[in-house]
């Protein structure tokens, strides 16, 4: 791993003009934008299918439990901005993200029960969900200090995901109403035609829960090993 992630970076800094400097925003943009594809190709057995054992939600009219949820099309993402801010030095360094998804497939188990929207629902089984074009904003914190070697690291401490946009959202819950075909077809019907106001009942809890997990992969696989001053350069 510690050799790929050398031959990675050598080849980064030459392709990518790194460091850049903390201010140059069009640096920091066009080395995330060229470099996601190779940074996922060394997480890839980590990170393609993303499993989460728990992925829960309650609202006050909505309860669910997703179970050992494995999401694909990770790998297909780009990202389209990365910006930071703040100051090494000062141990408040920042970062801005933002990734597109064109495809999202989400495969497991779930228990399900009370009111979607308008619509009363209760359910346990296998489900899928499919997001279609959604574009996601990560705003961090990072936290410097030393590395294995000694060099100065950066680690994500902390972090906030939204969904800026999106294209579309699919559902199928199997064994909805234990089964009751019609009124298992009703609400598939309302959903998959309603998927935007009925996606915000999902995606929060779900892409908080996936990009936890990938934030934590990240952190202990590429972070804590690369020097911070081979890509991000404090002056201003």
Request: aromatic share 12%.
């Amino acid at each position: 791993m510690y050799l790929l992630l050398v031959t990675f970076l050598c080849i980064t800094c030459i392709s990518a003009n790194l460091p850049c400097k903390i201010s140059d925003h069009e640096c920091t943009k066009k080395a995330a934008a060229s470099s996601y594809s190779r940074w996922f190709e060394i997480l890839k057995e980590s990170l393609e299918p993303l499993h989460k054992d728990l992925i829960e939600g309650n609202f006050p009219t909505l309860n669910y439990k997703f179970l050992d949820t494995n999401t694909t099309g990770f790998s297909q993402c780009s990202v389209e901005d990365l910006k930071f801010s703040g100051d090494k030095v000062k141990d408040n360094l920042k970062f801005d993200l933002k990734m597109f998804c064109p495809r999202l497939m989400m495969k497991g188990n779930y228990e399900l029960k009370g009111v979607l929207i308008s619509e009363s629902v209760v359910g346990k089984g296998p489900y899928t969900m499919e997001c279609k074009g959604y574009t996601f904003v990560v705003n961090a914190d990072m936290n410097t200090h030393p590395g294995p070697d000694g060099k100065e690291v950066a680690t994500i401490k902390s972090f906030k995901v939204d969904v800026e946009s999106a294209k579309g959202m699919q559902f199928d819950f199997k064994n909805l109403f234990n089964g009751q075909k019609e009124l298992s077809d009703a609400v598939h019907k309302f959903a998959n035609e309603n998927w935007e106001a009925v996606s915000k009942a999902f995606q929060g809890p779900f892409m908080t829960a996936n990009f936890e997990t990938m934030i934590k992969i990240v952190n202990n696989k590429i972070l804590k090993h690369i020097p911070l001053d081979t890509y991000i350069d404090s002056k201003v």
